[in-house]
């Protein structure tokens, strides 16, 4: 196992941001935590990556985070956040940097990765733009022979085409299976094909949890037009919106053959099931 | 601890912090050509003045670093938590403890290297280009290359690793303490708490210990040294006494416990 944390707890002052946090992350995973503000994404990951005390039970490859971070820190690689990078650094130093005191940084990989980008090995942080910090820092931690790869909020404020293209290279030039990654985004529809499991927190605490293949198989989006919702109301949908004119609905373990006859029958949406999972569970604490 | 860790986190924090090198040099540089109309107008001759400009640029070199090792400590630990960078260093196999370390390492070893490295060199230039215009103007310049230079700068050498490194370890301690604790003006809580204490002292028990032993921590000690003016000021009677004083002692243990302390902040604080 990846990750185990067990009962995890984490108070700032009388808010609590953790409050027995239960995960566990198998290899091979990709596993996206999602959840609105404040709902202990951040910290929970901060917990995992040995950056602030907690309470509870957490080992991460077999080690404490907490305790022995730096060592942690040759099998985990992680973006904490976008432009964490210094901005007085120039692109070969942190290069030079990285490959002096990461074992498991290969250079020629991560110049093979800026070849494919506008970024030139002399220029400081502070003269690229916001995307070429981005593709920086991932060609960067993609150099890195990690068993681990944690992202947080990764492609925050990118425009479209950048993180598209993140997600595709995260895919296609580093995910080989035996991998894992934890990965947390607002941007719920653009990581939903990427990912093999999905976790929802809020308040602090896990309030759902499935493999994706398990998550398309149990819920099924079915939209109808205004005379049948009637019908597909006593289905007893989820959650329910509309969209000109017709009504979207979110059916779990509806049977598909029933649903065909009342409307069209879709591939169900993480973030349509976000939102009913935050309304129906969000408003108690 | 690994030593390729160490070596390449000091390596980084003189690439950040060019200021280490630049500001030296560039002092050094100026006091270097002043030497020029000094000779010219014939401010450098007889060779006791020529001595005292050659003490003027050590001592204007070793006070730029001094200027630059107070700002650099204080910078150190509050920046990276500043611009959030932090979170990407905490992302390499690089330990709090090694990176706290290597911050002090370089107001402890790089700068009094630095410090000594360009001081010699602008005094050596002050030498080439006064003897030239001396000897064209016809003045003899044996006198310049007879000073005890070996004993000047032996004497620098030893005030530099004495004082301005291991005397001076418990104020870069606590420079750096504040500023892995500081959340904003560090500067200020660096400076007010010892100014603080000793106004305190003054009112409260009309006494001046806090003020009397933070004055003999910074001229490091140096009360039996040779009378000031000397060349040979910089060597004291008895070079290795100070390692019998307890204040010395007790400077350090107070430098270990704010290094200490500095590590334990580094590792669990969020930035700002």
Redesign the interface.
Known sequence: MVIDARGIRKAFGSTVALDGVDLQVDEGRIVGLIGPNGAGKTTALNAILGLTPYQGQLTVLGRDPWTSRSRLMHDVAYIADVAVLPRWIRVSQLLDFAGGVHPRFDRAKAEGFLAKTAIRRNARVRELSKGMVAQLHLALVMAIDARLLVLDEPTLGLDILFRKQFYDSLLNDYFDGSRTILVTTHQVEEIQDILTDVVFINHGRIVFRSSMEEFESRYLELVVPPDRVAAARALRPLHERQVLGRSILLIENGDRQQLAALGEVRKPSLAELFVAVMESKGATP | MSS??M???V??EV??NRSIYLAPVIVGALIAITSIPATVMGLNSPVSRFSSHIEIAGGAVMGTTLIVAIFYCLDALYG?RR??????????????S?AVLSKMFVPMAILPVVTFAVTVATQFIMLLLTSAILSMKGEAVTPLWNLPWPQMSSGLLYHLVVVHSLYYAPIFGWLLLVSAWAKRLPFLWAFLPPAAIGIIEKFVFNSTHFGNMLGSLISGGMDGSPKKGSLMMLWPAHPFEFLGRPGFWIGWLFAATCLTAAILLR??R?PI
Do not use: T, Y
């Not at chain 2, 611009?83 to 709090?96: A, E």
């Open positions: 390729g860790a070596a390449w986190s390596k980084r690439w950040e990276e611009d959030r960078s932090i979170l990407f260093w905490k992302s390499m196999p690089v330990s709090d090694e590792r669990g969020d």
